[in-house]
Nanobody, 123 residues
Framework: VQLQASGGGLVQAGGSLSLSCAAS????????MGWFRQAPGKERELVAA???????AYADSVKGRFSISRDNAKNTVHLQMNSLKPEDTAVYYC??????????????????WGQGTLVTVSS
């Protein structure tokens, strides 16, 4: 099972980026999916999560700016990031949960991780 993330890069503050994650090897259509991020010197944190039925949840720091979506038929999940801030700079990881729900989507609940993609927001 592999999760392949793409779409990171360098953007100025206020700009937008879109991340994508494609799963291969098995289907995660019934699993919760999410995006975590890890900034230098900080713990990995959940940014956004989505259930198979498209119920979503967001970290307070990104509410109103980030949007997560998924295409179960294509086994992909996307993160649209708008109004980016320098504090959004981090390595972003897509993740598949062991569970269908996303209420306790911590690192311990992750079944598979993507390889990480760097997002750098300049001020």
């Amino acid at each position: 099972v592999q999760l392949q993330a793409s779409g990171g890069g360098l953007v100025q503050a206020g700009g937008s980026l879109s991340l994508s994650c494609a799963a291969s090897g098995r289907t995660f259509s019934r699993n919760g999916m999410g995006w975590f991020r890890q900034a230098p010197g900080k713990e990995r944190e959940l940014v956004a999560a989505i259930t198979w039925s498209a119920y979503t949840a967001y970290a307070d720091s990104v509410k109103g700016r980030f949007s997560i979506s998924r295409d179960n038929a294509k086994n992909t999940v996307h993160l649209q990031m708008n109004s980016l801030k320098p504090e959004d700079t981090a390595v972003y990881y897509c993740a598949a949960s062991r569970y269908s729900g996303i209420g306790y989507f911590t690192s311990a609940a992750v079944a598979s991780w993507g390889q990480g993609t760097l997002v750098t927001v300049s001020s």
